[in-house]
């Protein structure tokens, strides 16, 4: 009943002492379904509230056509488990919710904390399957039940963003940079920032996103927008167009007529074959104003207008007239057209130039594309051929477009000892009873091989034995695994009352190398877009029996009429 | 600049008076993209952040295949513009994000609020239309840029599942109760905290979320999970199973057994046709702790085990059995299976029950429906046939998962009174420029007929005479228009500096009933799900006339070689 417990919220000390709250301050006890309190009152009404139930949560499918999902989601859920305390103002409003109920339930509430819940857990940022609990949960039902609707929100969409970010990532090759820039698409505020936090888990390398740069540390990026090119009508909206140059030895007093001066160079080079004409003169002043605010890092949008009769050689002229006062400039953004084709023109533009002006670099300089890219158009510019750089990718990463849910479910696998099971006409929506473990073993050539639970009481299996490994629904479906390595997935995130030891939360950029060290050591066969091959989770001999056990006891035998 | 102004945040008043912040408080002058803060730096740089700029927030293409949209969110937007103002924390992040920037620039950043800036908007829950401005914003470029990435974050999202729960609404009908249980698979915390406020608006009548209860004050509701049922084993665990009767006058010592006395009298009788065996027990028990909790307010999940052999009979003996203690049961929630089919069925018993045990309003019983139901499975269900009173809608729904974006915009239109148009390749994409004025021309009937577009110096369009409504891109279509009734849709929410008087903020109930008025007045051929009409959308004469001189102005005349 806990009323004595340290209150978590407020001036008073958090239970997990350095753990801190959840990024979201609307995280809060009463971010649930109405039924779990229903629920707790239930259960407190008949005394039955501080039964112990274990709880699994896990997902029947993976997103997006593939076989294997990153998990995310559970430093969340442990920030809030931590801190989880009903403050007297949420009570008034369960009370006033719930107005037949007794007044001992919000006393019981009032003195409801996680202190005595036991969290196990995958390692976030771990690539995992179908069916296997990624958290389990155990403690009193009616405070378990309290945290089903948090933490199964909390896992859904941090799981299939981060999803979606690495298969970005995996279309787009390693050695591409990878910039989310979803805020403004995404489902609401914190979408946009929860989609920036676990796209960089998931393997992008930024976000435009100013807030979680701030609260996550995840680099930020971004230049300018084409309202910034238009407002611009011309270059005597530039009072002082003075730019020092970068050693600080020279001064150019008119930075836009050096500008000038170089895009007449760069109309008259011969090997450009007279490719660009008059350019559009607000631009120029826009990219120029641009590059005395940002001479170290200049990167335009160069589609405004037109990108091979404006924006480029405009953005080249510009480019040139920084170089010759020591600037290096940054590249530019394509954000509409033909990217294929375009990157492809303006790599050659850059290297031409190189070569005619004697700029070593400016070949190199970045091109970043950002029009509604999605993995199926990264995929399509890698056949025609590009030369793209860098992917800023928004709308269909943030939303998770082409499936927009994960189906996180939480089920009850035990309740004071019994193992419960959850029968359906649906086989894939039967769930697997027992506080379980789970194993990973690895092969000869290390990846893994297959998943195994067991019952909690199993003895681990062994490295180097035969280990029989079963399908848990499919008689036929079984084979015998030698493990080269076995390895436990769940780990002890909040003991409870229990003398577990607490693993460590680790930061966002270890979670990050973990997720991108687990992707890359998975057999490339689960990976691919086409036709994966689907990873193998198993139960062992023991829980098989069991679960077949139960579940002939559970069924009612049905009659055809 | 503006380091007068009583500061929004802290201890001082919000310059808005009243108005508070947004429901989130992730919603911060940080939550955009760093384009906007670079380029308002380039502005300051040159000289140019103080120019004053007009941006319309619209979007080109309506969800959901339909031909309208609901749009919502903007009183997130007036709170956000209200308190609008960088804290020194945000200030230090930005130093830090932008490490070559001017100091001065800071310092103009920390005295920036929106007391200059004007947003005039069409009032929330409007039916809307592509490329209508649904919000015009005029002020200084570098303010009303920082304000693009969180307005269109705030209205995208908030227009697409408004726009949503409308369409499930119009699909089930104005008789059904439409229950949104969307908050576990919704995209993060506030993906759900919004799609309840939202659904709301686009006519749903309750939500599971009590957080979403306790902010906007929508009714709640919810009952209990199937893990509440099987984690009854037997009736043993309901120590007191005592209940009074609902006046008082009678004590009943054992409620279970006079479920199961009950739940015998259901198995015989005769226009049953021995329908029901056995029930499983445990299942019985678990609805009796419930009824015991809840007499008043009994409703149950009834698909556990077994609907028809278990569930049902086990549901009408407890519901018998509390109408024998004079209370009323509120009915069952089908969560799997053929719902057309057991919601049928239901109803027979129900109607059988009532007649057999005279049991006034038996048969009235709600029959609540809740597996992954969308406006698909709800029209096949009417096809059917079926006997759902009320359906609880979750992924589908919140999620938007039929089309998770909308593709709001937010682009300048007009500078230093200098009208700004946006070039596209794509005729769509191309911005109409001006400030705009914007009337709803309805017809004799009372039906809307087209939205006019005009610009700011445009007189009004009169009542009785005809109008010249032109598409703005395609010179052939247009239309003379004499309309009933003329309606001028953008009203002042935030008048900045401006005499103009400010509209209120509605309660959220009055925005529900606009947009349910909204969507009753509209003509049926738009809203219908199959190919639906078409509603027109034109600009003036001279409206037009002057985007096709500007786009020429503008273009490049091409060149084929």
Chains 1, 2 share one sequence.
Not at 133 to 139: F, K, T
Request: contains cysteine; hydrophobic residues 40%.
């Amino acid at each position: 009943m806990g009323g004595t417990e340290e209150a978590p919220n407020g001036s008073m000390a958090p239970i997990g002492g350095e753990i801190m709250g959840p990024t979201n301050p609307m995280v809060t006890p009463l971010l649930t379904d109405l039924y779990q309190y229903t629920m707790a009152y239930a259960y407190w009404k008949t005394g039955k509230h501080l039964d112990r139930a274990v709880f699994d949560l896990y997902f029947r499918k993976n997103p997006f056509g593939g076989e294997y999902t990153v998990f995310a989601g559970l430093e969340e859920c442990i920030h809030f488990v931590a801190n989880f305390k009903l403050t007297d103002d949420e009570i008034s409003f369960l009370r006033s919710a719930m107005p037949t109920c007794e007044e001992g339930f919000f006393e019981y509430l009032k003195g409801v904390t996680c202190s005595d819940v036991e969290v196990y857990a995958i390692p976030e940022g771990s690539v995992v399957f179908p069916k296997v609990p990624l958290i389990r949960v155990e403690g009193p039902v009616a405070v378990v039940q309290l945290l089903e609707t948090p933490f199964v929100n909390l896992v859904n969409y941090a799981s299939l963003v981060t999803t979606n970010a690495a298969r970005h990532r995996y279309v787009s090759g390693q050695n591409k940079v990878l910039l989310e820039f979803g805020l403004r698409r995404a489902q609401g505020p914190d979408g946009g920032i929860s989609a920036s936090k676990y796209c960089y888990i998931g393997g992008f390398d930024a976000t435009s996103n100013v807030l979680a740069g701030k609260l996550f540390g995840i680099p930020l990026r971004g230049t300018h927008s084409h309202a910034f090119v238009s407002s611009y009508m011309s270059a005597d909206e530039i009072p002082d167009k003075t730019l020092k140059s970068r050693d600080g030895s020279r001064n150019c007093d008119d930075f836009f007529s050096l500008a000038q001066s170089w895009l007449k160079k760069v109309q008259s080079v011969s090997s450009l074959n007279g490719l660009f004409g008059e350019t559009n003169q607000s631009e120029l002043a826009a990219f120029t104003s641009y590059a005395l605010a940002f001479p170290n890092n200049f990167l335009a949008l160069v589609d405004t207008y037109d990108v091979m009769r404006s924006g480029l050689p405009n953005f080249c002229a510009v480019a040139l007239a920084l170089n010759s006062l020591g600037y290096k400039a940054s590249g530019i953004r394509l954000d509409s057209g033909d990217l294929a084709y375009l990157s492809i023109e303006a790599r050659k533009i850059f290297n031409l130039i190189e070569k005619e002006f004697r700029v070593a670099g400016f070949g190199k300089m970045v091109i970043t594309a950002s029009n509604d890219l999605n993995e199926e158009t990264i995929d399509a510019l890698n056949k025609q051929g590009h030369e793209v750089d860098a992917f800023g990718i928004g709308t269909y990463l943030v939303t998770c477009y082409s499936q927009a849910a994960l189906g996180c479910v939480f089920k009850l696998v035990e309740i004071k000892d019994q193992p419960r099971i959850k029968l359906s006409e649906d086989v894939t929506k039967v769930s697997i009873p027992c506080k379980k473990r789970i194993f990973r073993l690895y092969g000869k050539e290390g990846y893994p091989l297959v998943d195994l639970m067991t019952g909690e009481d199993e003895s681990m299996p062994k490295e180097g034995e035969r280990i029989l490994c079963r399908h848990p629904f499919i008689e036929s479906k079984r084979a015998y695994v030698v493990a080269q390595r076995v390895e436990e997935l769940l780990k002890c995130y909040w003991p409870g009352r229990s003398n577990e030891p607490r693993e460590e939360l680790p930061s966002l950029n270890k979670i990050r190398s973990r997720c991108i060290k687990q992707l890359e050591q998975m057999r490339q066969d689960h990976m691919r877009r086409l036709n994966p091959t689907p990873y193998k989770v198993s139960v062992s001999a023991k829980l098989y029996d069991f679960i077949h056990y139960l579940w002939l006891n559970e069924a009612p035998v049905g009659e055809l009429q």
